[in-house]
């Protein structure tokens, strides 16, 4: 995790801990990298990076988000929501979005869940 940190994981809460950082310049060269991390805990995990770029983002569900000062922080509004499965098929999307705040700062998260089975075999 650079420069994010998660905050709570029930419900689950991501936090940059200062929007003004740059990083690095992405791959392509058409964005400034703010903050990205890869995190898991238990069945759940998530995806989330920032970055600031020209291009403009307004697509959210299940999540929720407050900038305050130099902080953003992402929460899923409701940890048990099914939005349906993974292109692998082998998670479920719980929230995902990506929005552009602060003029150019785009945050995107993607939180998801492993599916438990509905009985175990011993066999």
Same mark, same amino acid.
């Given at each position: ?15 940059? +801990? $200062?929007?003004?950082?740059? =990083?690095?310049? @992405?791959? /392509? !060269?058409?964005?400034? &990298? #703010? %903050?990205? *991390? ?38 899923? +509004? $409701?940890?048990?929501?099914? =939005?349906?499965? @993974?292109? /692998? !098929?082998?998670?479920? &999307? #719980? %929230?995902? *979005? ?26």
């Amino acid at each position: 995790m650079e420069n994010c940190r998660v905050v709570n994981w029930d419900p689950f809460t991501i936090e940059i +801990i $200062d929007i003004n950082v740059e =990083l690095r310049i @992405s791959r /392509t !060269g058409r964005s400034m &990298i #703010v %903050a990205t *991390g890869t995190t898991s805990m238990g069945d759940c995990g998530a995806q989330f990076n920032a970055y600031r770029s020209d291009a403009r983002q307004s697509n959210s569900e299940n999540l929720e988000w407050n900038l305050v000062g130099k902080r953003l922080q992402v929460s899923v +509004i $409701d940890m048990k929501a099914d =939005l349906g499965p @993974s292109s /692998t !098929g082998k998670t479920t &999307i #719980v %929230a995902r *979005g990506a929005e552009t705040e602060d003029v150019d700062l785009t945050w995107q998260l993607t939180f998801w869940r492993k599916d438990q089975p509905a009985y175990r075999s011993w066999y």
